[in-house]
């Protein structure tokens, strides 16, 4: 058994361990798996793979090392959100009326098991991955790693605490409307939601399809970056896949950056004082890394994130939902259904009128990017407990897309990284936002600022 999962599971790590001889794949599959056995929150996984699956991938690995074949991600195990394919593994989308056993894994996975990374399960989620909260699940809900009694966050929930209980090295989530950024701010993690189109989404069930994108969970930017240069590129087979023009600089902080930050009569965090003084803390903090904090106004991006679900893009829900909603309304949770139900009232003029609107918002919003090089927002305003988002559920999950929904609609990449505590002990983070592939600069910046929050707290 391994002595400190934590920090061999570190990508970079399990590498080195590997090449010095000192843990072999299945010694570390061993941990992993009893781990995965005896971990005590509930609702993180819906599939958890066999000894037999585990050990099928294990000999492809050997057998691909032995052919010579590259492995930069040689017997790292890894977690699938559960609107992802894997082969020979049914997805669900959290909704079993719904689930398929797909012959072929969604492109992304494939690029990273054929770098020698290994799946060790399929993680629970919002249903159809629509909500911020993690509770919407007939897996149950998704239990905070830090704090049971609290929401994971959602809706890639599994996928955020398989990382944060030190149950694998990274995982997969997806992103919508802030679902690869509100689970890791909650559970004290990195999470990157990349360009749209950058990472394929062949092999997962939709969302919007339009707005969807794959995201990914780690401990930190340096390991959310590996698994990014791995899974990132073109796929032929994705209608929406996007070629990186390669023009994203990786240089960090300095004197000349200019960092926005809303005015902060547009800043909200629902009530807690506590959240807004680590918000405080982070432009300090940002401050002291060299950068220049200039406000900007956050209009043009709140009305745009208030668009992505009292607009028509919620209609295109219905494409991976709609006919359970029509057959089988009961196979689906309280809270999609009165989303899906709401989204059937859109027209086609709806949708161009709406069009029209979001070009004017990005026109609107283009004139505050001339203001700044990269936006720094509070990833959520707050948290909450399991029960109260149980009593208030619509409501309190709008309130946690407040600093989110906009992002994919605008085209934006950005990554959640943790700030600090609440005295309470559970995490908050921030997100630094820059335009489409921007990637690598962003994560260069929050790694530039993980460190000093570490070394501060």
């Known amino acids: 058994m391994l002595a400190e999962a934590r920090d061999v599971l570190n990508i970079t790590a399990l590498m080195n361990s590997y090449q010095s001889g000192e843990h072999t794949p299945r010694e570390v599959f061993a941990c992993v798996m009893s781990r995965i056995a005896s971990y005590d929150r509930k609702g993180v996984w819906i599939t958890v793979l066999s000894a037999e699956q585990i050990e099928q991938q294990l000999l492809r690995l050997e057998a691909n090392r032995k052919a010579g074949k590259p492995l930069p991600l040689f ?72 704090k049971p009694e609290y929401i994971s966050g959602g809706s890639s929930a599994g996928s955020a605490v398989a990382v944060a209980g030190d149950l694998v090295s990274f995982s997969l989530g997806t992103d919508t409307a802030g679902s690869g950024r509100v689970p890791a701010s909650f559970n004290n993690l990195v999470g990157l939601k990349p360009t749209r189109g950058l990472l394929s989404t062949t092999g ?10 794959v995201s990914i969970f780690s401990k930190t930017c340096e ?26 600089g990786c240089e960090s902080f300095g004197v ?71 057959e089988n309304p009961d196979a689906l949770r309280p809270e999609l259904r009165a989303i899906l139900s709401g989204a059937t009232r859109y027209t086609a003029a709806d949708v161009f009128s709406a069009q029209v609107q979001l070009a004017a918002l990005r026109r609107d919003a283009d004139a505050q990017w001339q203001e700044m090089d990269i936006m720094l927002l509070p990833t959520t305003g707050t948290i909450y407990k399991i029960a109260e988002v149980d009593a208030n559920p619509l409501q309190l999950n709008k309130n946690l897309g407040y600093y989110t929904n906009f992002v994919n609609l605008l085209d934006l990449s950005a990554v959640a990284v943790p700030n600090g505590l609440l005295s309470s002990g559970l995490p908050m983070g921030i997100t630094f936002l820059a335009p489409a592939f921007s990637e690598k600069r962003l994560l260069h910046i929050g790694s530039a600022f993980h460190a000093l929050a570490e070394r501060i707290s």
């Open 256 to 326: 000349g950056l200019r960092v926005g930050i809303p005015a902060a009569a547009q800043l909200e965090f629902f009530g807690n004082q506590e959240a807004a003084d680590l918000f405080q803390q982070a432009i300090t903090r940002t401050k002291q890394l060299g950068a220049t904090i200039t406000e900007i106004d956050y209009t043009p991006f709140a009305k745009t994130a208030a668009l992505l679900y009292e607009g028509p893009w919620v209609a295109e829900r219905l494409l991976a939902a709609g006919k359970l909603l029509h």
């Open 75 to 146: 017997g790292v195990p890894f977690a699938v959100k559960d609107n992802i394919d894997v082969a020979g593994i049914p997805t669900t989308a959290a909704c079993p009326a719904f689930a398929y056993t797909p012959d072929r894994s969604a492109t992304v996975v494939e690029r990273l098991c054929d770098a020698g990374a290994i799946v060790v399960g399929k993680t629970n989620l919002d249903q159809f991955a629509t909500g911020l909260v993690g509770t919407r699940s007939p897996y149950g809900a998704c239990q905070n790693a830090i």
């Open 223 to 248: 390991e959310a970056e590996q698994v990014l240069s791995i899974a990132a590129g073109f796929d032929p087979l994705d209608p929406l896949s996007r070629s990186d023009p390669k023009t994203d």
């Open 204 to 213: 997962v069930v939709p969302a919007c399809r339009t707005l969807d994108c």
